[in-house]
């Protein structure tokens, strides 16, 4: 690594590591734990440096990291962390619900930028539980233009919602009918 991206990334400690540490504890309340997602998420980038694009926007990355380390600490430590079923959802959902607008503003955004045609098809499907046949029939195209839509739609979406995966699957019930209505 030169030494140009030593002090770029040391730079970036210096400046993102304590506010990461306060944001890790929103997860992990023993600071110990959250300062060591931390840790271990800076080794990563670290170890990857010099191969994120030059245009990355760091801040953003680096809190996004911290928040699926923490998921899967909270995951992998759920006897340690000594948080009963009730009081996990609870902390779950807490932190879920700050970010659920987010996720149902990106969702929006997401149908709103497919095309004319391919956002009708897959409203149609998906929101008025219409078959490809009766799509098809409705808006006077083949079934294999409903279906070929519907696979330029699903793979967009899939695309726009990838970095909320985390906020859907915490959601449960909410995110399971969202992660059914992306993947199906």
């Not at 897959?122 to 799509?135: A, C, V």
């Not at 695309?159 to 995110?175: D, R, Y």
């Amino acid at each position: 690594m030169s030494i140009d991206r030593e002090k770029d990334f040391e730079m970036l400690f210096k400046e993102h590591f304590a506010p990461l540490c306060s944001f890790a504890c929103k997860y992990i309340p023993d600071f110990d734990d959250a300062k060591g997602v931390v840790h271990d998420v800076f080794v990563s980038v670290w170890n990857k440096f010099g191969e994120l694009p030059p245009g990355i926007n760091h801040k953003s990355y680096l809190y996004t990291s911290v928040r699926n380390r923490c998921f899967n600490f909270i995951r992998n430590n759920k006897r340690k962390v000594g948080l009963d079923a009730a009081d996990e959802a609870d902390y779950a959902l807490e932190d879920a619900g700050l970010e659920a607008k987010e996720l149902e503003e990106a969702i929006a955004a997401a149908i709103a930028s497919l095309p004319d045609k391919c956002r009708e098809v897959f409203e149609l499907s998906r929101y008025e539980g219409k078959k490809y046949g009766e799509i098809a029939d409705l808006m006077g195209i083949s079934v294999k233009t409903v279906e070929g839509q519907m696979s330029k739609a699903l793979r967009v979406l899939r695309e726009k919602l990838a970095p909320f995966l985390s906020i859907i699957i915490l959601l449960g019930t909410i995110g399971e009918t969202v992660f059914h209505v992306l993947i199906n």
